[in-house]
């Protein structure tokens, strides 16, 4: 699931196949974009901010990407086969001599001027792994509203960006709290958000992600997230399991119920 940490994974590897190089093919499968020309064009630099990507092009130009749930960047050698899904699913190609970016799945993907780069992603908070990192301005946000839940609150780009589903569970539990528990009633909210950083620090060059502290053969990588039903690897109870949302969109939800504290469904 692309968060914070594998959007700016994805960045690493697009920027190092493409950036300095001209584009001998680019093919934006969205009917807006479908007859942009940017071949002839070099790609100057791949940035993530938050979840989103901006590919920056020659000319001024920068397309815009975002991963959403399963959204996926590939890249291939010349002569390789596209694996990366059915072609129905493919939104963009963007080609050099050396190497072909393919976006799969991509529900946001837009070129746009790089000046007006801040009506994209203008809206997003401190980046956890960016330059502007900024923890009193990402915990101001987060407590503007005291009565909302936890876990919207750290799901809520515009408060911080980069965290997603499953750091969210994660999180709650390194905070022993569950994330149903009103933010303005969490005992020092500046622990959680350091540990989102060390979190997301700490797994951005891994190939997998991993919150358990443990590195051993067999440790599960997290400690509640996806694992209903499963003993909690501090006290044995059963995790649980609930959707979780404001209403726009309803989040499935992982927490020990005798580690954490505080309201559940």
């Known amino acids: 699931?692309?968060?914070?940490?594998?959007?700016?994974?994805?960045?690493?590897?697009?920027?190092?196949?493409?950036?300095?190089?001209?584009?001998t093919r680019a093919d934006l499968r969205v009917p807006r974009f479908a007859t942009a020309d940017l071949t002839g064009r070099t790609v100057l630099d791949v940035t993530p901010r938050g979840k989103h990507l901006l590919t920056r092009i020659e000319g001024g130009l920068t397309l815009h990407s975002h991963l959403g749930m399963d959204g996926a960047w590939t890249i291939y050698a010349p002569d390789e086969r596209w694996r990366g899904g059915p072609a129905h699913q493919i939104r963009a190609v963007l080609g050099t001599p050396e190497h072909t970016a393919v976006g799969y799945r991509l529900?946001?993907?837009?070129?746009i001027r790089t000046q007006d780069e801040a009506q994209a992603v203008g809206h997003l908070g401190p980046d956890l792994l960016g330059p502007d990192w900024d923890a009193d301005e990402a915990l101001r946000r987060l407590l503007a509203d005291p009565a909302r839940p936890l876990g919207e609150a750290l799901l809520d780009q515009r408060n911080l960006a980069g965290i997603g589903n499953v750091y969210k569970s994660e999180l709650c539990f390194f905070a022993r709290v569950t994330p149903w528990l009103p933010i303005g009633e969490l005992p020092a909210p500046e622990r959680l958000v350091a540990a989102a950083k060390r979190l997301l620090e700490a797994n951005r060059d891994r190939p997998g992600r991993r919150t358990t502290l443990r590195e051993r053969a067999h440790t599960p990588l997290l400690y509640v997230y996806g694992r209903a039903g499963r003993p909690c690897l501090r006290c044995g109870t059963p995790i649980r399991h609930a959707d979780q949302g404001d209403g726009s969109r309803a989040r499935p939800t992982y927490w020990c119920p005798r580690c954490q504290s505080g309201p559940t469904p």
């Open 1 to 23: 699931m692309p968060e914070g940490d594998s959007v700016w994974q994805a960045a690493q590897h697009l920027h190092s196949a493409l950036a300095g190089h001209t584009l």
């Open 107 to 111: 529900p946001v993907l837009e070129l």
